[in-house]
């Protein structure tokens, strides 16, 4: 498996370098802020799942970022999108008992806190407070019991 990321890896590099050679221009901050990136990644309590945000840019400069889940028990599993809500979600932490997550999410102007069954289903905002959730208020692995003493949860 780590053969395949490293080849993985040294493809995507060689595709970016011609991608470069084909249109060469300096490398600036600007173009480092619009690549899409991997964020908030999330171990499930009993470290057989990930979950993570990928924000990608469009063609406008508009970002994005979504959810996804990986079954790090299965070898071969594939990663599966768990939301596709216009905004930005981010910030992950497993409930409890791993059947479900919590993230914050921008998707009514201002950044709340949501809940998401793992099994299906649509997520739940579960606070709602004029101004932003701080994700340093629960949103950490070491910090889930605080947050369950929360209003909210």
Known sequence: ???????LAIASAGF???????????????HLVKINK??????S???????????????AGESSSDLYIKDLSQVDSEAKQLTSAAGTEHSVAFAADDQSIYFLANRSGSSQLYKMSL???????????????PEATCLSQNSMAKCSQMPWM
């Open 119 to 133: 099994t299906g289903g649509e997520a739940i905002q579960v606070s709602d407070f004029p101004l932003d959730v």
């Open 1 to 7: 498996m780590k053969k395949t990321a490293i080849i």
């Open 45 to 59: 309590n009993g470290g057989s799942k990930i979950v993570y945000a990928v924000k990608k840019f469009d063609a």
């Open 38 to 43: 991997l964020h908030s990644p999330a171990l």
């Open 16 to 30: 970016t370098m011609s991608a470069q050679a084909a249109n060469p221009e300096p490398f600036t901050v600007q």
